[in-house]
């Protein structure tokens, strides 16, 4: 789930709620305002995907104020859905989300008038295309994959067979899900192998080691970018969530989340020359905060 926001009014509307699924990669779009809150998710969450689909067993979001609040922490735990967010600035965790953002906009744009304030109207159209048309993953639409058949488009055109049994309909749509279920895993490998051509391995941290926070999604009170210090800390880990992901003891004034993915990391290492130390940096105003 993901928000994509800031966009021209269109039929009273600013943003809209992206909702894909993961195994099918079916995918909502649902037109929406930012000032939305936990509640108002939640009902839209309800009225245009519970109602179609059941409560899914997990949801994959950042950690937007709607998604951390207590209100859609308890509503979900009601369904017995569990949720997982992305680490501190890295949104490959939600990556399919991303992706399908930009499929959406790429469509919108195309047709949407100049003044772009049209979205709304193509926002149903869009969803229909996108869920109409063959997943490079799954290399079925999500359609196909979510239902066992296309949508009628044209009358002349049969879908299925008129003389398909209901045994020979089950025996497809079976067939059908362990066809998505390999091809999402070749596409998966084909991501992982592509992705980590150009990645070196994770350092082995531990809890304990002191490391540098990279600055590079963190904004500070200083005048430039260019010339504020590229790293904070060192910061104690002081748990390891996964391989990747490390919780840092940072100080109560820092009003960030304290999980970070491993990129956003650099190990302390020591100066091992005799009789030379190298002194802090100065403080620097994070959140109006003096930070070290």
């Known amino acids: 789930m993901d928000f994509v926001t800031d966009l021209p009014p269109s039929n009273g509307f ?4 992206v909702i894909v699924d993961r195994f099918t990669k079916m995918g909502h779009f649902i037109p929406c305002n930012k000032t939305i809150n936990a509640k108002q998710t939640a009902a839209l969450f309800t009225q245009n995907i519970l109602r179609l689909h059941g409560a899914p067993r997990n949801i994959v979001s950042d950690r937007g104020v709607q998604f951390t609040s207590q209100f859609w922490k308890a509503f979900n735990h009601s ?12 949104p ?4 399919q989300t991303e992706r399908l953002n930009q499929t959406m906009e790429q469509y919108i744009r195309c047709y949407t008038n100049y003044a772009q304030d049209d979205w709304f109207d193509l926002l149903p159209l869009a969803e229909f295309a996108y869920n109409n048309s063959d997943h490079s993953s799954t290399k079925k639409s999500p359609f196909f994959a979510n239902y066992g058949y296309h949508p009628v488009m044209d009358s002349i055109l049969p879908i299925l067979p008129e003389d398909l049994s209901t045994n020979d309909r089950a025996t497809e749509l079976t067939d059908t899900i362990k066809e998505l279920t390999l091809n999402i895993k070749k596409a998966q490998d084909a991501y992982t192998f592509q992705a980590n051509k150009k990645r070196i391995p994770a350092p082995d941290y531990q809890i304990g080691d ?4 990279r600055t590079t999604n963190i904004k500070t009170n200083r005048p430039t970018k260019k010339f504020d210090y590229r790293k904070l800390g060192p910061f104690k880990i002081i748990e390891k969530i996964n391989p990747v992901c490390f919780r840092l003891e940072l100080p109560p004034t820092m009003h960030i989340h304290n999980v970070f993915h491993t990129s956003l990391l650099e190990q302390v290492t020591q100066n091992e020359l005799s009789d030379r130390h190298q002194p802090p940096p100065l403080p620097v105003q994070v959140d109006g905060q003096e930070e070290y």
Do not use: C, K, R, Y
């Not at 600013?14 to 709620?17: E, K, P, T, V």
């Not at 002191?210 to 926070?213: A, C, F, G, P, R």
């Open 79 to 90: 369904l017995g859905t569990t949720l997982s967010f992305s680490s501190a600035f890295h």
């Open 210 to 213: 002191q490391v540098w926070l």
């Open 92 to 95: 490959e965790t939600d990556g």
């Open 14 to 17: 600013d943003s809209i709620l």
